[in-house]
């Protein structure tokens, strides 16, 4: 999968996707991969089981991140379903861990104890699932807005990394571009402050220009060391993808 993304071989990271495929369903189907066959020296969570679900869900979402960094102006479809695949992979691990937790304490229990621990059991599991859910809503709040990977190989300059910032109140994103000289460039995006001005304005600090305007509720920032010109060619193309794409030529030429 690395590789298909890095070298843009689409053929290498299609294969990775029914490597995932093959192994999701080899763990599925595998005898213990849904219930524990044997209680002696279980722990829940902590078990060679849980260990297979949880690499197997971070290779996924590692994988679908390098899908969508690697096509950032194709369709999202492949990128959001091994997303889907992980959640659900999550999902699974925590409701069979959930589950055979009260039924290794069932193993032991009288006959009303175990109708009482079959009650709890299904207790619990309304209760993990609630809280994953809320965890999900949560990782999906961390920043309000749209994070888009700008694609800007035909300027020169590939996507080497991105990440969430904090920022007062509310969160902002990163990304990083660097071109075949090792030169770098930095796109921040944020949520601006109401009173922020929307026209598209150009600093300068020794060598280092930025162009920022605002958009659609989010503020953009370009930062780098680089000609003016060269660096408004790459605003322009970064507010051109922009879903309310525009021209700032006319603004930035204050």
């Known amino acids: 999968m690395w590789l298909g993304t890095s070298y843009r071989r689409r053929f290498l990271w299609i294969a990775g996707l029914v490597l995932f495929s093959l192994t999701g369903l080899t763990l599925l189907i595998c005898d213990g991969s849904l219930y524990t066959m044997s209680f002696e020296g279980y722990l829940p969570i902590l078990n060679l089981r849980a260990l297979a679900y949880v690499l197997l869900a971070a290779a996924v979402c590692a994988a679908a991140h390098l899908i969508r960094r690697a096509t950032p102006d194709e369709p999202a479809l492949p990128a959001n379903a091994l997303h889907v695949c992980w959640i659900l992979l999550l999902f699974i691990l925590l409701t069979v861990e959930t589950n055979d937790l009260f039924r290794s304490w069932m193993v032991d229990a009288g006959d009303q104890d175990t109708m009482t621990l079959g009650f709890a059991r299904y207790m619990a599991m309304a209760v993990v699932w609630s809280l994953y859910g809320l965890v999900l809503v949560w990782l999906t709040r961390r ?77 953009y920032a370009l930062v780098g060391a680089l000609p003016k010109e060269q660096l408004l060619a790459l605003a322009q193309e970064i507010y051109r993808q922009h879903p309310v794409a525009g021209a700032p030529a006319a603004a930035a030429s204050r």
């Open 143 to 219: 920043i309000d807005l749209p994070v888009k990977l700008f694609d800007l190989r035909d300027q020169g300059f590939e996507l080497v990394g991105g990440r969430l910032l904090p920022d007062g109140p509310g969160k902002s994103a990163q990304l990083m571009y660097q071109d075949a000289q090792g030169t770098r460039i930095t796109v921040y995006l944020r949520k601006p402050d109401q009173a922020t001005e929307a026209a598209f304005r150009y600093e300068q600090q020794g060598d280092v220009g930025l162009f920022y305007w605002v958009e659609a509720g989010a503020g």
